[in-house]
């Protein structure tokens, strides 16, 4: 049952570029399973519009063939959902007469929420809003929906952005990050504001360095090209990364509003020292042809088809914050392709005690608390203590663990990251959507980096797929005094 604050008005969802991956794999999927959890309401509809030319059953069986086995929801139920998708075979370039006059007769009701998502390239964007504006398809409730990468660089950020404001009111653009929309990361924000036992130890009083791992064990097949472009920095770390190091670091809104989050978040981008060193971060490209479980894995330069790319698969950096609340507290992040395991983590290590105690022998062993958040797989908190062995002779001091698996505690099927942002966009919700100033305060960030490894001509370093990544991620933050966590792959 859907709860009361949940429910939302009707809406006409529009999304160009609807035969890619995106549309097909998660946009469209995320919208089957709100309407069988009762959330989307029944006079809502979605327009699907592309260069193929496909008639409405040819793409529902496209559909089809990627629609969810855990929707939850029967047969009935999905084939009246399917039922409510249009698709017109319109190039947003150059528009076919006859499919938009049919198109624009479907969009004639003024008052119903209308959304637009641009599932296409960036370069597409601007072409994306010029249709919508010309063809007199926005109403006063228009909102569009645009997916990262916003540009490669600040001043391609910054021309996207003109692009967009030149159409659409800051107000009506939601650019997505769906890394925001994981119960986890929301739940961030819900642990740390409102229990007072973390929020007053959330700062450099307390807190030694906090780690963010993103991990992945796939590698670049299907995305060779778009990936030997951008790379583990370009791609992950100036949106995923960074965002997650914003809401780990933000100082608290005076409420949870939503230009106030996004400008507390703006504020540690701005804050972040920028990086002049070569030793402070590491990059690395997944190397030799290996064999793992009986499956050969290939390497990077074979995924990519260029046997002379650079580009690098994974890339660690220390990352300071200068403000009163971080100083001195590292943050060390790390993200890449074909690594040990398929895992997202936040884990804040805590000082250690200032006075022990127990037997001094044993003092080496205890290991300072930890909170681990899981973003992926098996969604959940961890808090690592140390506790007393059960029986007799004396105090015995050992780690264990207060575990909130979400999946167990609330037992319910965690909702898609998509599901929960593309219902936002209907409620006008910016919330968890990053910011015009956000996107470009970040590749001010990146930019320089780039530079640097380029001038200083820095070759990423070969490292084993099923590896945790290249040796000098691990003297990176060694050096510094810390070891990296390792995930438990549980």
Not at 42 to 56: G, I, P
Request: charged letters at 25%.
């Amino acid at each position: 049952m859907i709860h009361p604050n949940s429910e939302i008005q009707e809406f006409d969802i529009t999304i160009i570029g609807s035969t890619g991956n995106l549309s097909i794999t998660k946009i469209l999927p995320a919208l089957l399973k709100r309407y069988v959890d009762g959330q989307i309401p029944e006079n809502s509809r979605v327009f699907c519009l592309a260069r193929q030319k496909l008639n409405d059953s040819e793409f529902i069986n496209l559909l089809k063939k990627n629609t969810p086995k855990n929707t939850g929801g029967s047969s009935s139920l999905i084939k009246k959902f399917l039922s409510k998708i249009k698709y017109y075979c319109i190039d947003i370039t150059n528009p076919n007469k006859e499919n938009l006059l049919s198109f624009q007769k479907c969009l004639n009701d003024d008052n119903k929420i209308r959304l637009f998502y641009f599932a296409t390239a960036p370069e597409l964007f601007g072409s994306s809003a010029n249709f919508i504006k010309s063809n007199n398809f926005v109403n006063k409730k228009t909102r569009i929906i645009v997916e990262k990468p916003i540009g490669n660089n600040l001043p391609s950020a910054i021309k996207i952005n003109t692009i967009l404001n030149k159409y659409f009111k800051e107000a009506q653009i939601y650019r997505i990050d769906h890394y925001l929309g994981k119960e986890t990361v929301q739940n961030l924000m819900a642990m740390r504001f409102a229990n007072q036992i973390f929020e007053t130890h959330w700062n450099n009083n307390s807190i030694s360095n906090i780690q963010i791992t993103v991990s992945e064990e796939i590698g670049i097949e299907g995305r060779e090209t778009y990936y030997d472009t951008y790379g583990a920095i370009k791609d992950m770390v100036q949106n995923h990364i960074l965002q997650l190091v914003c809401l780990v670091a933000m100082e608290p809104p005076s409420k949870l509003d939503a230009d106030l989050v996004r400008n507390e978040k703006l504020k540690i981008l701005q804050s972040m020292q920028n990086i002049e060193r070569l030793e402070d971060f590491s990059i690395g490209q997944y190397g030799s042809e290996i064999k793992i479980n009986g499956a050969k894995i290939n390497s990077y330069l074979k995924d990519s088809k260029n046997h002379l790319s650079t580009t690098e698969s994974f890339a660690a950096f220390k990352i300071n914050i200068n403000n009163w609340r971080w100083k001195g507290v590292p943050f060390f992040v790390r993200t890449g392709k074909k690594l040990r395991k398929r895992v997202s983590e936040i884990v804040v290590t805590f000082k250690p005690v200032k006075h022990f105690i127990f037997d001094q022998s044993i003092e080496k062993q205890i290991k300072p608390n930890q909170l681990i958040i899981r973003l992926q797989p098996n969604e959940g908190l961890k808090l690592l203590l140390m506790s007393k062995e059960p029986g007799p002779g004396g105090i015995r001091i050992a780690p264990s663990f207060l575990n909130l698996s979400f999946s167990d505690t609330f037992k319910k099927r965690i909702p898609d990251a998509y599901e929960r942002l593309l219902m936002d966009v209907v409620r006008g919700n910016q919330t968890l959507f990053i910011s015009k100033d956000e996107v470009e305060a970040a590749w001010n960030w990146i930019d320089p980096i780039v530079k640097l490894i380029k001038e200083n001509n820095f070759k990423p370093e070969i490292y084993k797929p099923g590896s945790w990544g290249p040796k000098s991620s691990n003297e990176l933050i060694e050096k510094n005094g810390f070891k990296w966590y390792e995930p438990v792959l549980d």
